[in-house]
């Protein structure tokens, strides 16, 4: 009996050894992931999801345009057809008319370019990148001092991108007789050609219209050049229009004197013949 009661006590005592084992590995907690771990995998889900998301846009995933409905993929095609560059906003070449866009001047006033030129035969516009600056502010003076030459004959305008408040700072300041145009949007900018990065930028330029017409247009230059070259081009412009005036004067000069000669000699006709006539009637009273 006692015998086996020591092998049933080294029976249980066994049983729980074998069984140990297991229990501890049931009983370990799951490993934890270090934090350079979980943000190694974060930072690959990223990566991943950015490759999804730039697939999807490059190669017009079907699933993603569903997602976005047909309302919002209505838009993308409207998108797309917008992306395409239109006709107006084509930089402007030399004989082009001049672009029929509305401005407001440094008062707030809306400016009509179109109908400008229509009531003037020139237009001139310069373009600086930033009013109140040195550059700017020689290149505006410059326009200023030559304004009575270039005023009878021409309307002068200044554009850049600043605000209508920066531009009437600017135009008080310095004594500008013109008007200066705000083009934050650089629309116009656009269409003569004048963008610079960043978004805000000009290059400083300037263009002359006549007739409606783009006559000259210099991009890129110093301030002393534009004033010069500007002044330059609109007097010869002038002059050109005055000799055509005077070849059309020339022309109906020519014609009334044409007139007048021939008027003469029908009245040197006329006399001729009534003296003639007075003759024969002379003779027959002597008779």
């Keep these: 009996m006692a015998g086996l009661r020591r092998s049933s006590r080294l029976s249980s005592k066994e049983d729980p050894l074998k069984d140990k084992p297991e229990e501890s590995e049931a009983a370990l907690p799951p490993k934890k992931k270090s934090k350079k771990s979980d943000d190694k995998d974060e930072s690959l889900g990223e990566e991943e999801e950015e490759e999804e998301e730039e697939e999807a846009q490059s190669e017009g995933d079907s699933d993603f345009k569903e997602q976005e409905g047909e309302g919002e993929g209505e838009g993308e095609g409207e998108g797309e057809e917008e992306e395409e560059e239109p006709e107006e906003t084509r930089e402007l070449e030399e004989g082009d008319p001049i672009p029929d866009v509305v401005l407001k001047n440094q008062d707030g006033k809306e400016v009509s370019l179109k109908k400008v030129s229509d009531e003037q035969k020139i237009v001139v516009i310069f373009g600086y990148p930033k009013a109140s600056t040195p550059g700017c502010t020689r290149q505006a003076c410059g326009f200023r001092d030559n304004y009575q030459d270039l005023k009878e004959h021409a309307a002068v305008f200044g554009l850049?991108?600043?605000?209508?408040?920066?531009?009437?700072?600017f135009q008080e300041k310095q004594h500008l007789p013109f008007d200066l145009l705000s083009d934050p949007e650089r629309h116009l900018v656009g269409l003569l050609g004048a963008?610079?990065?960043?978004?805000?930028?000009?290059?400083?330029?300037?263009?002359?219209f006549a007739d409606g017409v783009l006559k000259h247009k210099r991009v890129k230059i110093s301030?002393?050049?534009?004033?010069?070259?500007?002044?330059?081009?609109?007097l010869e412009l002038v002059k050109q229009f005055d000799g055509e005036?005077?070849?059309v004067k020339s022309e109906e000069k020519r014609e009334d004197e044409k007139k007048?000669?021939?008027?003469?000699k029908e009245d040197g006709e006329k006399k001729g013949d009534d003296e003639k006539q007075e003759d024969k009637e002379e003779e027959g009273d002597k008779k």
Excluded: Y
């Design 260 to 264: 007048g000669e021939d008027e003469g």
């Design 245 to 247: 005036g005077e070849g």
């Design 195 to 208: 963008k610079k990065s960043p978004e805000s930028g000009i290059i400083r330029s300037h263009w002359v």
């Design 160 to 169: 850049s991108a600043d605000t209508v408040n920066a531009q009437k700072k």
């Design 223 to 234: 301030p002393e050049v534009s004033i010069e070259d500007g002044k330059k081009e609109v």
